[in-house]
């Protein structure tokens, strides 16, 4: 493709050289640059690719996108002078694909808690209903029945395009992603047209990266500030900064929810561990999620289909048979009646959900069991809200490891313990080791008490030092319960 094609749309303060030169490939990595390659210098978290101009000029880069042009500027190279290289970095991989978010209507959930349910419920339901259909999550990327492994919850620019475009090719009518807070915040999005976006809720999380819960507001909110009056938002109208997203939006405003009045209304009516009855826009349906947090996914689900013109009844009926997402809310039940539940919970607001469900379902005298942990290299600050959470709603509680990266486990587990209410101390254990912790769980678990696993859900490994190790909390679980 030539250069002056990509482009189109493409704020460019100062061109350096031709326009004319063909270019083979588009990245920001250095390492991936090949001749006839368009580099895009993006200053990241770790590192800036600015650092990099003249090696990827002399690997044979055609043409290279800079906020700071450099000193000596190579001959034969373009050089393309912007304010913001990761928002045309996106616009460029747009161009590059062909703009493939125009081809198919993309849907984008965003929110602290649900994203993954919500975009996996999506892309179940329209591929029962008929639907060649494209998944972008934290758990997998899916074209029809075709995985693809994910390392993000939202890809790269370039990455996410590609994909877009291979959903395109394939015949995919609709595409569902997770939009998460960082993405908007490093214009991974930038240049998608979105056929809808829907928000979830909004808690404590990611403040180790957006510094402010205020920030982290606005990441989310400008995700619907950019949608278009062809899209639609709807957002979750009981989260008291729902009603915030949809301020500047020129999307078609729509809302749900369970208590306020709402476009589209739902009531529990009956909970139990392998489902719940519901009642939405006045027609009952069961469906095999469980839990007040489900109840609102699998209403922002419906709202969802319906804005995108699908048939009521024929909804309703999809919503009945599919399932959600892996790791989260799976329960396994021992020979011995015990009941183990395995679930992605990592933030507070996300353990509460799972817990105060636990507690509506549980009966008589049952014992609510907790193992959890926190990641090490992320926000500290919920660490000893998340063992004060647990220890309000279950009768034990296991601290141990999840995912500690490049800090001690034992420290991390020391954050959490200062959350832990003097009263409740001799219900606590700390037990470093993942897998003895939930060992331990299960050993001191009876017939009919209930052993939560959180924290990693559908994740298959333990991130130590930067090695990732084959752990799997389900697979664990079924282990354990096997011996007994």
């Known amino acids: 493709m030539i250069l002056k094609e990509l482009l189109h749309a493409v704020p460019v303060i100062q061109v350096e050289g031709s326009l004319e030169v063909e270019i083979a490939s588009v990245c920001f990595d250095s390492r991936e640059v090949k001749d006839g390659a368009l580099f895009v210098a993006v200053?990241?978290?770790?590192?800036?690719?600015?650092?990099?101009?003249?090696?990827?000029?002399?690997?044979?880069?055609?043409?290279?996108?800079?906020?700071?042009?450099?000193?000596?500027?190579?001959?034969?190279?373009?050089?393309?002078?912007?304010?913001?290289?990761?928002?045309?970095?996106?616009?460029?991989?747009?161009?590059?694909y062909g703009n493939?978010?125009?081809?198919?209507?993309?849907?984008?959930?965003?929110?602290?808690?649900?994203?993954?349910?919500?975009?996996?419920?999506?892309?179940?339901?329209?591929?029962?209903?008929?639907?060649?259909?494209?998944?972008?999550?934290?758990?997998?990327?899916r074209i029809g029945d075709r995985i693809i492994p994910a390392t993000h919850t939202t890809p790269d620019p370039v990455a996410l395009n590609k994909l877009l475009r291979e959903m395109v090719e394939e015949g995919c009518d609709y595409c569902f992603m997770e939009v998460s807070s960082h993405a908007v915040v490093q214009q991974r999005i930038a240049g998608l047209r979105f056929a809808g976006g829907i928000f979830t809720n909004i808690t404590h999380d990611h403040l180790d990266f957006h510094k402010t819960f205020s920030n982290y507001i606005k990441a989310k909110k400008c995700f619907f500030d950019e949608l278009d009056r062809y899209a639609f938002a709807l957002t979750n109208i009981d989260d008291k900064n729902g009603a915030v997203m949809l301020q500047n939006t020129f999307g078609h405003r729509k809302t749900y929810g369970l208590q306020s009045m709402a476009d589209f209304k739902a009531k529990v009516i009956e909970s139990h561990f392998d489902g719940m009855l519901l009642q939405i826009d006045g027609q009952e349906v069961w469906v095999k999620l469980v839990g007040g947090f489900n109840a609102y996914n699998i209403l922002a689900v419906y709202g969802a289909a319906i804005l995108l013109e699908q048939e009521t009844l024929k909804v309703l009926?999809?919503?009945?048979?599919?399932?959600?997402?892996?790791?989260?809310?799976?329960?396994?039940?021992?020979?011995?009646?015990?009941?183990?539940?395995?679930?992605?919970?990592?933030?507070?607001?996300?353990?509460?959900?799972?817990?105060?469900?636990?507690?509506?379902?549980?009966?008589?005298?049952?014992?609510?069991?907790?193992?959890?942990?926190?990641?090490?290299?992320?926000?500290?600050?919920?660490?000893?809200?998340?063992?004060?959470?647990?220890?309000?709603?279950?009768?034990?509680?296991i601290i141990t490891s999840d995912n500690p990266r490049t800090e001690d486990p034992l420290a991390i587990i020391k954050e959490m313990e200062a959350g832990i209410p003097a009263d409740k101390k001799k219900n606590t254990f700390s037990i470093s080791d993942r897998r003895e912790a939930i060992r331990?769980?299960?050993?001191?678990?009876?017939?009919?008490?209930?052993?939560?696993?959180?924290?990693?859900?559908?994740?298959?490994?333990?991130?130590?030092?930067?090695?990732?190790?084959?752990?799997?909390?389900?697979?664990?679980?079924?282990?354990?319960?096997?011996?007994?």
């Open 317 to 397: 009926t999809a919503l009945s048979e599919i399932t959600g997402a892996e790791g989260r809310f799976e329960t396994v039940r021992s020979a011995k009646g015990i009941v183990g539940v395995v679930d992605y919970a990592h933030t507070p607001d996300a353990v509460e959900n799972v817990l105060e469900t636990i507690q509506q379902l549980r009966t008589g005298t049952q014992q609510i069991i907790t193992v959890l942990g926190c990641g090490g290299d992320r926000d500290r600050t919920k660490r000893p809200e998340m063992a004060k959470v647990a220890l309000k709603y279950s009768d034990k509680v």
């Open 43 to 96: 200053r990241g978290v770790h590192t800036d690719g600015h650092l990099f101009v003249d090696k990827v000029g002399a690997l044979g880069a055609a043409a290279i996108v800079v906020e700071e042009l450099p000193a000596d500027l190579l001959e034969g190279v373009t050089y393309l002078l912007v304010n913001d290289s990761a928002y045309v970095l996106g616009l460029i991989a747009g161009n590059f």
């Open 100 to 141: 493939p978010s125009k081809d198919l209507k993309l849907v984008g959930v965003t929110g602290t808690n649900g994203k993954t349910t919500v975009a996996t419920l999506l892309f179940n339901l329209f591929d029962h209903l008929g639907y060649q259909v494209g998944l972008l999550s934290t758990v997998e990327n």
């Open 440 to 484: 331990a769980a299960c050993h001191l678990a009876s017939p009919g008490d209930i052993v939560l696993i959180a924290g990693k859900g559908h994740e298959k490994y333990q991130e130590i030092n930067g090695v990732r190790h084959h752990f799997d909390d389900r697979e664990e679980l079924e282990n354990t319960f096997n011996e007994q």
